[in-house]
């Protein structure tokens, strides 16, 4: 049996297709990742597998039931956490878990333990007398994962979960669904870009315009792409702490081809004179020649970070400036 299985799925709002003839199957266990621009139909179609909206046309089939006569009863298999975080913004973090546990009918004798142990899960116990508009970007969409788990769906649909999140809090969230992978979920994952994404997902499916263009297994995924990727790509690195050590990490990719100082970074490495807590917390910026895959993107960030560098961004750039190359040597 499917966990997910879709026909002809077709959403209109009135003259606007958001889901054109849509077909897809999700393996139990896996994690697909669906990848588009804004307005693409990823958000309509999570909405609809939530029971949230309903379709135009076509059926589809929750763990073999059909969305059109059970809803009932595919509201307690799926977990459903948007892209915002919902109401409850007055309550505390546990208020508002609990809050959840009883919407979701826990017997109320267990919501508190129940309530605690999601906050132990994503890190948030030590927060969970906080009110909930206090939290940080990365609290709250931690937060809201916490809630979606509170009726232990076996299914888990996770809109934009990395929106708003700065590096660190990426890394987090990626290694918390990992966590919810190994225990045998099946993910749907929603996100503009397959960098994000990469990590946690078994499979890719490609939306456009409502239109399924392009699915498969992430290694079927990075195959068909490979002869569409540039050869060389410029990567943005800002960063806080030691220069040198964040150099040093650099050189040990073998997927970087050259590095180059940008300002103020460059007047970071001129500074060897100024205190040396001066120097650490001047924002600093790089930007390398990048050959490899998504996947090594990533690994460089994770790499980052563990060294202790506080990466605040790390971005592909769209027009690349003029960096000198010289194969298998880093410049600086």
Known sequence: ???????????RYGRKTALDNLSLIV??????????PIGAGKTTLLRILATVLKPTS???FIDGLTISQHPQQIRQIVGYMPSTLGGGADMTAQEYLTFYAA????PENDRANLSADLLQLVDLYHRRNDPVDKLSPGMKKRLELARTLVHDPAIMLLDEPFTGLDPRARVETNALINELRSLGKTIVVTS???TEIEPICSHIAFLNEGKLSFSGELDEVRAHFADHQHPQRVISIRFLGDPDRALTIVKES????????VQPYAAA?????????TTLNLLKEMHIAFNG???AASQLLRSLMHSGTQVVSFTELNNTPNIQHTPQKVMV
């Open 269 to 277: 490495l001129a500074a060897s004179t100024l205190p040396a807590h």
């Open 293 to 295: 895959d998504y996947a």
């Open 192 to 194: 503009a870009s397959l």
């Open 254 to 261: 073998p997927d970087v081809s050259a590095a180059q100082p």
């Open 58 to 60: 076509g059926d589809l």
């Open 27 to 36: 393996m139990p266990g896996a994690a697909l990742g669906l990848i588009g």
């Open 103 to 106: 919407c979701y009918a826990v």
């Open 1 to 11: 049996m499917y966990a997910i299985e879709i026909r002809n799925l077709t959403k």
